[in-house]
């Protein structure tokens, strides 16, 4: 259903129950801001304050430009399947990317996607065993989380429900165990292995832009400086820490890395909704926060 009203020098479009994917191109001078949006709720010329407003359902922020910068604005709608993720999400992934298959030791199918010349998983690890069919466990206990001495994974919130698209939190216990946690001929990826996946993106202060998925059903809006060029489609799937509470779903996403710093600590990395880069820690975090996982082939 399509409405249009003219309210007070406003006018507002309305298209309900649109899951489609809309491309939006706002032309501006030499300038073009390509945006991908979920699920419109509405979209507002507003001639009071000129200002150019998308909407996403129950939310007030979104997309704004000034009306007097637009020379012309254009909505393409792109119901092609491929840009789904392997679980059925819609519009996780960056249509036009290439994307490979893997299919993990458990049976779970994921995209996968050439990056500066080494493939990684394009979604997170939904795994629940070990490459030898060994059980990870899975503990939903805050103490038994907290004290445990061996790998572990649970639901973001103790929720199924995250399983598509976020994947699996694993404690580093996990990651290192030799059992190994990637399938046969993939890896966790080092720390060196993920700067170099940044560098061949312009480096850390710009990769984040291009690794972060663009869809707002996942990420809090506005999801600033995400176009996902890379076909990563980095996901805030948050994390559990250390006490056995959960953190950041929807604005923060982090994944292990390979390398430890010591006994305790391990490097990881981080997207957030409102920068542009990839963070890391020089101080590495807690090896018992349970943070999501990415393979990269051997």
């Known amino acids: 259903m399509k409405i249009f009203r003219i309210l007070s020098a406003a006018i507002f479009f309305t298209a309900s129950g649109l899951s489609a994917q809309i491309t939006q191109r706002i032309h501006t001078g030499n300038d073009t801001i390509n945006s991908i949006i979920s699920d419109i709720d509405s979209i507002i010329f507003n001639t009071i304050d000129s200002k150019m407003k998308v909407l996403l359902p129950g939310q007030d922020c979104g997309l704004m430009v000034n009306l007097g910068e637009i020379s012309k604005v254009t909505f393409n709608g792109s119901f092609s399947n ?17 994307y490979g298959s893997l299919t993990d030791q458990q049976g779970n199918v994921y995209k996968t996607v050439v990056i500066g010349g080494k493939e990684w998983m394009a979604e997170n690890l939904k795994t629940n065993v070990y490459r030898n069919g060994d059980a990870i466990p899975n503990i939903t206990d805050v103490q038994s989380w907290q004290g445990t001495s061996s790998g572990a994974w649970v639901h973001y919130s103790g929720s199924s429900q995250n399983d ?9 216990r996990a990651v290192s165990d030799s059992r190994n946690l990637c399938p046969a001929g993939w890896h966790v990826p080092s720390d ?16 984040g832009q291009k690794l972060k998925s663009m869809v707002l059903r996942y990420w809090q809006c506005p999801n600033d400086f995400s176009d996902n060029s890379s076909g990563f ?24 890395t390979s390398t430890q710093l010591d006994a305790n600590l391990a490097y990881y990395r981080e997207l957030d909704y409102n920068q542009p880069s990839v963070y890391r820690n020089g101080d590495g975090t807690d090896k018992q926060h349970g943070l999501s996982v990415r393979c990269m082939k051997d």
């Open 82 to 98: 491929d840009i789904s993720a392997s679980c059925g999400s819609p519009n996780v992934h960056k249509s036009g990317i290439n």
């Open 164 to 172: 598509c698209p976020y994947g699996k939190l694993y404690n580093w």
């Open 233 to 256: 489609s980095g996901l805030p799937g948050g994390g559990r820490i250390i006490f056995g509470g959960y953190y950041q779903a929807g604005f923060k996403g982090w994944w292990w």
């Open 192 to 207: 060196i292995e993920w700067r170099a996946l940044e560098d061949s993106l312009g480096g850390a202060q710009v990769a």
